[in-house]
T-cell receptor
Framework: QQQVKQSPQSLIVQKGGISIINCAYENTAFDYFPWYQQFPGKGPALLIAIRPDVSEKKEGRFTISFNKSAKQFSLHIMDSQPGDSATYFCAASKGSGAGSYQLTFGKGTKLSVIP | NAGVMQNPRHLVRRRGQEARLRCSPMKGHSHVYWYRQLPEEGLKFMVYLQKENIIDESGMPKERFSAEFPKEGPSILRIQQVVRGDSAAYFC?????????????FGSGTRLTVV
């Protein structure tokens, strides 16, 4: 059972455009929602994360929007640049307690930003 | 701070051989996690270890796979009698605590190819 569903699988955006990636989760015990960026041949690197006590978090060009009632969260990349071309993964974990160390990942979105 | 170090970066094994993957956590981190990434898939949790202890191996296949984190030296993920389906990228992460997935840092991974 896939607990975090991510879409789209791939995304092509023109330079300067907005990239939007969506995720939905099932486990209501999830309490921490990070996004990871992965370049080819590299490990995932934390990009931005949110807790469900806020509906939005912004860091530079990257924004997470969170809808607790719908159990959905999304990543928005404003003014997308060719250097943003990478695979993006959403993930979720419990905030504390048993199993809170375990991240559940979506399948990833391959973003290509074209000049 | 050298980050999480994994080696080798690439490993080719013939079917039936053994694969040993090594992970040295970040300085000051005593919690190590192994994840597997199959092609076109997200990362999936395999095992969580502390020094000399396996805390959670719920994501490990029951046979052929084992992990350890000795008192001295790196954590080792061992796959015996490899099969083609074991071909994947194996990522190690470390964190300063085992509470929550905050502070996770991933290594660059070992890409295992079974021929």
């Amino acid at each position: 059972q896939q607990q975090v569903k991510q879409s789209p699988q791939s995304l092509i955006v023109q330079k300067g455009g907005i990239s939007i990636i969506n995720c939905a989760y099932e486990n209501t015990a999830f309490d921490y929602f990070p996004w990871y960026q992965q370049f080819p041949g590299k490990g995932p690197a934390l990009l931005i994360a949110i807790r469900p006590d806020v509906s939005e978090k912004k860091e530079g060009r990257f924004t997470i929007s969170f809808n607790k009632s719908a159990k959905q969260f999304s990543l928005h990349i404003m003014d997308s640049q060719p250097g943003d071309s990478a695979t993006y993964f959403c993930a979720a974990s419990k905030g504390s307690g048993a199993g809170s160390y375990q991240l559940t990942f979506g399948k990833g979105t391959k973003l290509s930003v074209i000049p | 701070n050298a980050g999480v170090m994994q080696n080798p970066r690439h490993l080719v094994r013939r079917r039936g051989q053994e694969a040993r993957l090594r992970c040295s956590p970040m300085k000051g981190h005593s919690h190590v996690y192994w994840y597997r990434q199959l092609p076109e898939e997200g990362l999936k949790f395999m095992v969580y270890l502390q020094k000399e202890n396996i805390i959670d191996e719920s994501g490990m296949p029951k046979e052929r796979f084992s992990a350890e984190f000795p008192k001295e030296g790196p954590s080792i993920l061992r796959i015996q009698q490899v099969v083609r389906g074991d071909s994947a990228a194996y990522f190690c992460a470390s964190s300063p605590t085992g509470q929550g997935a905050y502070g996770y840092t991933f290594g660059s991974g070992t890409r295992l190819t079974v021929v």
